[in-house]
């Protein structure tokens, strides 16, 4: 089984993990990684220990920060490996679509979770009048 490994700064994967729960009920096969969360715990002690779970299927990390610290420590340790792929700068929605995906772990399914992402971000016009805002709220 693939793994999904969403991994940040602080307490962030935390809340993405009680989330998870309640939308979906089953985190199997999903890790979270929360970085700088407790005096003496490494980073890099913290992603070897998670990729020791890693199996054929491969692995698909989330990080919160393109070029933040986290990412690139998982990038260093995952560089050489097989069908492990990195999204960072990650939201709910895209580790939602990966986790419910049946589709098999590939670059061409990591991209098209980044795409989601991306498309998922909107600015909603917020209106004065609330009733009209119902109306037309999904347009």
Same mark, same amino acid.
């Given at each position: 089984?693939?793994?999904?490994?969403?991994?940040?700064?602080?307490?962030l994967?935390?809340?993405?993990?009680?989330?998870?729960?309640?939308?979906?009920?089953?985190?199997?096969?999903?890790?979270?990684?929360?970085? &700088?969360?407790?005096? +003496?715990?490494?980073?890099?002690?913290?992603? $070897? %220990? /998670? =990729?020791? @779970?890693?199996?054929?299927?491969?692995?698909?990390?989330?990080?919160?920060?393109?070029?933040?610290?986290?990412?690139?420590?998982?990038?260093?340790?995952?560089?050489?490996?097989?069908?492990? &792929?990195?999204?960072? +700068?990650?939201?709910?929605?895209?580790?939602? $679509? %990966? /986790? =419910?995906? @049946?589709?098999?772990?590939?670059?061409?399914?990591?991209?098209?979770?980044?795409?989601?992402?991306?498309?998922?971000?909107?600015?909603?016009?917020?209106?004065?009048d609330?009733?009209?805002?119902?109306?037309?709220?999904?347009?």
């Open positions: 089984m693939r793994q999904i490994i969403i991994a940040s700064h602080g307490k994967a935390e809340g993405v993990e009680n989330t998870l729960q309640l939308f979906t009920g089953n985190l199997t096969g999903v890790s979270f990684l929360s970085a &700088y969360t407790e005096d +003496g715990v490494q980073l890099d002690d913290q992603i $070897e %220990a /998670l =990729m020791k @779970t890693f199996d054929q299927d491969g692995a698909l990390f989330f990080t919160d920060i393109k070029g933040g610290s986290v990412t690139q420590a998982v990038v260093r340790h995952v560089a050489n490996l097989a069908n492990v &792929y990195v999204i960072a +700068g990650f939201n709910f929605a895209m580790i939602l $679509e %990966a /986790l =419910m995906s @049946t589709v098999a772990l590939s670059e061409t399914f990591a991209q098209k979770l980044a795409v989601s992402g991306r498309e998922g971000i909107e600015l909603i016009e917020v209106k004065q609330a009733s009209e805002q119902e109306d037309t709220f999904f347009e």
